[in-house]
Each structure stands twice: as structure tokens, then as C-alpha cells.
């Protein structure tokens, strides 16, 4: 945990330069409130103090990676792979998603108008970047986990905005893309799933699975508040989850240590892989699931799977492993996205509740003590050490850093 005198210099660090900022409350209020969250032993889990980290994190991504910020390139409405230029490949599409989800974090918890702005901007650069878009539609990727963790940030862009645009965008790609992209279902070993990329024929990995499930949920739970939804009816949007998520649980997930396994190949054996991102996945559609249903089977599930994270992958002196390019980068912040909302869940036994909030209270606060630059506001990946103010970071493990900073804003206090 933070000692109180270094709680007290970052909490002031952060106040200082987003007062600079917004100069929306005066400094010896903020140093007086500071203090006395400090007093009271619940800094780490004041709700202003993270909004405040959250908030300079969120502005360093865009002002690291948004592509038009940078001379020559004012119009490419793109998150960089890269800090300031460090790599510009395009040959990424998923990362756009998650960027787009930290900003649709960052807008939910501000109501800034300088989030928002970024929308039809994202919106427009996103598909006029994508590596693989058809001649026809630029939002189309060969990678069908790609277009589930776009429409999935389309549709909390629909959220946190009703603007229908997004998430009839979202439902078009789910009907057309994603869905099809199911079984055949009498067809051995696989007997269903979703494939995991459109040129590679029965490869169905938990990454193309448990997003497409959430999809597909999200897409029922908002059904009755779209004007025009579309022909396809309601219930088939709920039965294609549960039938995505029953074929996840059937296939790649061991019930009894809550491990789930990343892909069966063309030839229908099971990868003994485990990744975080996938963990995350299958819990958030397991808890969305439970949330429409009530069955208690699916938060047990989510229990389970986030159990087997805590107790079984976290090596790396109890947090995850570091992970500090790539893909990877991703996978531990995918994991957060879906754990807090557990862990906010009133459903939860109180010691499994107390459990899962200290487990993520303490990333967080390694996070910040350790791993995140208090100059440039950048987390590499790398839990126990900062990256240097020159040094490049990759834009994957810091969309993971955000996450979790915006994870600790939404995080319920513990009750007594």
C-alpha cells in the first residue's frame, strides 16, 4: 500500500494539474479535502482522487497517441500504436476499440465536452484506418474478435451519447459479420462457436466467443429503447448469447478451476493457453447473463473465473504478470473492464465481494506507485517499474493503465 506522505504528493500532483487545467475549485479547498481523505484512510478508495488520476491518464493518451495531434498528420483520426510517433503501424485494428472505450469512460465520468468531441472524429478515422476494410464497408475486418471489440465500443458510444448511429452500426456488423460467422452447429468436434478469423475455417477461440456473447446481450438488453431495431426480433439476440456462452462454457472452460482455455483449432483440440483477456470476457458475459436471467449459475461462473485469476495467475508478487507490448498489452485491462462490474455486483457474499474489491484496489495502487510516470502520466506495463520520460510506450499496455485507473472510478466502496 501507499504511505500516507506519498498519497498526499500524488494526490496533490494530480489535483495541481487538473486544477490547471479547469480551474474548477480553489487550491486550498482541494489540499484541505485531500488531506482529511487521507486522514480518514480511504484516499485509495476515493472515488474524486481517481477520477482525478483517471482523468490526467486519459488526457495523456490522446495528447501521446491521437494521431492528428502530431505535425504533418492533422488528420489522422487514429490512436497511434505508439507514443509521439514511436510506431504508426495500422496493422491493429482491435486497440482503436479499447482506446474509444477509455474515452467513452472518460466522457461518462466528466460530461466534458472534450471527450465527446472525439467521437465523430474516432468515428471517421477508425474504418478509414483499419488494415482489412472491404471496398464496401471500411468498418469489415478479417479478424471477427476485431469487429466484436469495435461494436462493443460502438454500442456504449450509443450509451453514453443515444445516438442511434452507433449502435445500428454495431447491430449491422453483429447480423452480418459476427453471427454468420457461427458453427455449423452438427458439424464435429465443434458442434458451433464462432470462428475466430474469417480466412482461417474452424478455429473458434474464447476471444471471438465471449465478446461476440456480450454483444449479443447488449444488444437485447437496449433493444426496447431503439427506435427502429430492425426485423430481427428481440429473443434471438438473448438465445444467440446464451448459445455462444454455452458453447464457451462447453468447450473451453474447465468448471471445476474456473480456467478458461483460448482456442480449439481446425482440428479440434484445445489450447492449453490462458490469457486474462479471455478470463475477462467469459466473466462479463457470465455476469450479463446473470444480471438478464437471475440464474444463479452464470454468477457462479463469474465467480469461478475470477477466482482462478486471483489465486492461480497472479505470480507477479499477487498482481498479473507485466506485459508491456503487443496484443498483450491489452489483455490484463480487458480483464478489469469486466471484473469491476463483478465486483460491484450486491449479489456477492460479503467475503467474496471484500475479496475481489482489495484484489483490485491493490493493482491499482502498485500501479500508481510504481508503474506509472507521475510526468508524462504513461504505465508501460510494467507494474513495479515507470517507464522514463523519453522512453516510447506502447499503446496497448496503456489503454490497459486507463482501465484500470477508470475501473477504480466506478468501483463501489466497501460496506460495512
Not at 431495431?229 to 473451453?252: C, H, M, T
Not at 482455455?261 to 490469457?275: A, H, L, Q, T, W
Request: charged share 20%; net charge negative.
Amino acid at each position: 500500500m501507499l504511505k500516507i506522505n506519498s498519497i498526499i504528493f500524488l494526490s496533490v500532483l494530480v489535483v495541481f494539474s487538473f486544477l490547471g487545467d479547469h480551474n474548477s475549485e480553489k487550491v486550498d479547498e482541494v489540499l484541505t479535502r485531500t488531506s482529511e481523505e487521507v486522514k480518514s484512510n480511504e484516499n485509495l478508495k476515493n472515488k474524486a482522487y481517481w477520477e482525478n488520476l483517471a482523468d490526467e491518464m486519459s488526457r495523456s493518451l490522446i495528447k501521446h497517441y491521437w494521431g492528428a495531434n502530431f505535425k504533418g498528420y492533422e488528420d489522422r483520426y487514429y490512436f497511434n500504436y505508439g507514443s509521439d510517433m514511436s510506431n504508426m503501424t495500422t496493422n491493429h485494428y482491435w486497440p482503436q476499440a479499447h482506446a474509444m472505450d477509455v474515452l467513452v469512460d472518460s466522457y461518462q465520468r466528466s460530461e466534458n465536452q472534450f471527450y465527446l468531441d472525439y467521437y465523430p472524429l474516432w468515428w471517421e478515422g477508425a474504418p478509414k484506418f483499419n488494415f482489412s476494410g472491404r471496398p464496401e464497408d471500411a468498418w469489415w475486418n478479417v479478424f471477427v474478435d476485431d469487429m466484436e471489440w469495435i461494436t462493443l465500443a460502438q454500442i456504449r458510444m450509443y450509451q453514453s451519447t443515444s445516438n442511434e448511429k452507433y449502435i445500428l452500426k454495431a447491430i449491422q456488423m453483429y447480423n452480418d459479420w459476427i453471427w454468420p460467422a457461427w458453427g455449423p452447429e452438427d458439424e464435429a468436434p465443434w458442434y458451433g462457436g464462432i470462428t475466430w478469423k474469417t480466412d482461417v475455417e474452424k478455429t473458434k477461440n474464447a476471444c471471438s466467443n465471449g465478446p461476440a456473447a456480450l454483444v449479443a446481450a447488449r444488444i437485447y438488453q437496449m433493444y426496447d429503447q431503439l427506435e427502429n431495431p430492425g426485423s430481427k426480433p428481440k429473443e434471438a439476440y438473448f438465445e444467440e448469447a446464451v448459445k455462444i456462452f454455452s458453447w464457451l462454457k462447453s468447450n473451453l472452460y474447465d468448471a471445476e478451476s474456473g480456467k478458461v482455455f483460448d482456442n480449439m483449432n481446425r482440428e479440434g483440440k484445445v489450447s492449453p493457453s490462458i490469457y486474462t483477456y479471455n478470463q475477462g470476457t467469459f466473466i462479463g458475459a457470465a455476469h450479463d447473463l446473470y444480471r438478464i436471467t437471475g440464474d444463479k449459475q452464470y454468477l457462479k461462473d463469474a465467480v469461478k473465473a475470477s477466482n482462478y485469476v486471483i489465486d492461480h495467475i497472479s505470480n507477479n508478487n499477487g498482481l498479473l504478470s507485466n506485459s508491456t507490448s503487443g496484443d498483450g498489452g491489452l489483455f490484463n485491462g480487458i480483464f478489469f473492464r469486466y471484473f469491476v462490474q463483478l465486483v460491484n455486483d450486491p449479489d456477492l457474499d460479503p467475503q467474496t465481494h471484500k475479496n475481489f474489491h482489495d484484489y483490485i484496489t491493490n493493482a491499482a495502487t502498485v500501479m500508481v506507485e510504481n508503474g506509472l510516470n507521475k510526468n508524462t502520466m504513461l504505465f508501460g506495463g510494467d507494474w513495479w517499474n515507470a517507464p522514463a520520460d523519453n522512453d516510447p510506450v506502447a499503446l496497448t499496455p496503456m489503454l490497459s493503465g486507463c482501465m484500470l485507473a477508470e475501473a477504480m472510478c466506478v468501483l463501489k466502496p466497501l460496506t460495512n
